[in-house]
């Protein structure tokens, strides 16, 4: 059984910072692309950042040069800073992890969500 578990979320002043993560962990055979998806209050989920196996990674167009992704390959963790924050970054983020189970199987999995609220 797989699961993804995000941490880190929380309340902070607009221009501040805050660093999520995400592991995954059970039976995993690897890891093709790892990521962060956001749903803001009466908004459609939305792609915020993702990191492959590789190293490449893909960014919203609202949230580059603030945010960064970084993986811990052997530890199936992603991690996402994000810095200057700003009240249209409140959401509820999603850690989203594209895998590798035994017998060659691919499968997508979700976390449950971390809320992310900036106010002052």
């Known amino acids: 059984q797989v699961q993804v578990m995000e941490t880190g979320g929380g309340l902070v002043q607009p221009g501040g910072s805050l660093r999520l993560s995400c592991r995954a962990s059970?039976?995993?055979?690897?890891?093709?692309?790892m990521g962060w998806y956001r749903q803001g209050p009466g908004k459609q989920r939305e792609l915020v950042a993702t990191?492959?196996?590789?190293?490449?990674?893909n960014f919203a167009d609202s949230v580059k040069g603030r945010f960064s992704i970084a993986r811990a390959g052997a530890k199936n963790t992603v991690y996402l800073e994000m810095n200057n924050l700003k009240p249209e970054d409140t959401a509820v983020y999603y850690c989203?992890?594209?895998?590798?189970?035994?017998?060659?199987?691919?499968?997508?999995?979700w976390g449950r969500g971390t809320q992310v609220t900036v106010s002052s």
């Open positions: 990191i492959t196996s590789t190293g490449s990674t």
């Open positions: 989203n992890a594209d895998l590798i189970l035994d017998f060659g199987l691919r499968h997508d999995y």
């Open positions: 059970g039976d995993i055979f690897g890891v093709k692309s």
